[in-house]
């Protein structure tokens, strides 16, 4: 499923409203979220304005894979994020003319797994343009 920012309010499972940003507190549903763009953005400076912005959101992705990500609407830009970080990297992107999508259903990360360090690091890093 995309969401757009008001539809990031909603669990897309059962469509309750929710203020979490992991898990519905109705049916448990995972609301973790990747970031999807619509189309590569093709011109290099507007790509580093964006890397900017997001870097500023998700300082451990670092600078250079934001960028790098931003040409690249094949793989998500950032994977197993809180929906509160979902909506402002969109918002940002917005902002610059960049259009990205929310997408659910990525799986909740195992606590202390590898993959769990993993998002935590990409929430953490999450790019904003």
Known sequence: MS???PQLDLC???GAQSDSDVACPRCGANLLMELWLEAPVADERARFQAARDLASLFPAAGFSRLR???ARPDEPIAAGIPRGLARLATEALARRGIRAVARTGVAAPRRGSRSGRLA???AVGL???
Request: with cysteine; hydrophobic share 60%; glycine share 0%.
């Open 3 to 5: 969401a757009t920012s």
């Open 12 to 14: 897309p499972a059962c």
């Open 68 to 70: 790098d990500s931003l």
């Open 120 to 122: 935590a690091v990409a």
């Open 127 to 129: 790019v904003l343009a």
